[in-house]
């Protein structure tokens, strides 16, 4: 609790610097997910406005709502196929950025991807280039893979028992798993031919990255589903001794506090 008051204090007695927020959940996530753990609320009473939301479908993403368009610092939310490969949902966020560009001109755009989302933003900024985009902050992402999702994959290809893995991936039914093998093989660790093995080696855009890691409560990094080391960008061979390192004492799935952590990051 001293932590969170201590926070607070520094956090409003700076200003906050970014412009443009873009949110993108992870897997059998959706938009919605920033707003069942109250991130959005916390953002939106510091001035972060809830200002669109894109969904996926056909050959251009939509753009349902466009509402605060005038406030000084504006927050995009996206609805992507979470259960699809990384490559399917990191062009579909290509198209979405690109039309946050046209409404928000030059303005700089922070990306925040939770679990998997953190790994399809990054794929979209080596695929598509930083453009307006000045930095990356990731929770809890797996940037070098995951036992879990290779558990998965073996569950799913024997039809063996998968009670214990369904309650890694949040208590999801069997056919969850069964339509989301492409996106587990990209986010099992990285082997030759995988995904992972290829983009933590290709150039990655000069912007600035952050890494928010999640800690148990004695301390140690990791959560059930991604360990510590999987979620520090430092360990991706492209980025070693880019990103700066967050630590925040939670399980995988957000909660209201990385909204605290979130308004930290932007004002720095």
């Known amino acids: 609790m001293k932590y969170l008051v201590t926070l607070l204090v520094f956090i409003f007695s700076q200003a906050v610097q970014a412009d443009v927020l873009v949110l993108v959940h992870g897997y059998l996530g959706s938009a919605d997910s920033w707003e069942r753990s109250g991130i959005n609320t916390i953002l939106d009473e510091h001035g972060w406005k809830r200002t669109g939301l894109f969904v996926a479908g056909g050959a251009q993403p939509k753009l349902l709502t466009t509402d605060n368009l005038e406030a000084d610092n504006n927050v995009y939310a996206v609805n992507l196929p979470s259960e699809a490969p990384v490559v399917v949902q990191a062009d579909m966020l290509l198209g979405m950025l690109a039309q ?132 520090d960008m430092n360990n991706v061979p492209a980025l070693f001794g880019k990103s700066a390192v967050m630590t925040t004492p939670a399980g995988h799935t957000l909660v209201a506090q990385d909204g605290v952590t979130i308004l930290d990051l932007l004002k720095r």
């Open 100 to 231: 946050i560009r046209q409404l928000h001109g030059s303005e700089a755009i922070t990306i925040v991807g939770h679990s998997a989302g953190g790994v399809v933003a990054r794929l979209a900024l080596v695929r598509g280039g930083a453009q307006n985009v000045t930095r990356l902050i990731t929770i809890a992402s797996p940037h070098t893979g995951t036992s879990r999702a290779e558990q998965a994959l073996d569950v799913t290809a024997n039809h063996g028992p998968f009670n214990m893995v369904k309650s890694f991936f949040g208590g999801r039914d069997y056919e969850a798993l069964r339509h989301s093998r492409g996106l587990l093989f990209d986010l099992s660790r990285p082997r030759p031919g995988s995904l992972l093995y290829w983009l933590n080696v290709q150039p990655h855009p000069d912007i600035s990255y952050v890494s928010v890691i999640r800690t148990d409560p004695v301390g140690f990094a990791g959560d059930d589903i991604v360990p510590g080391s999987s979620q």
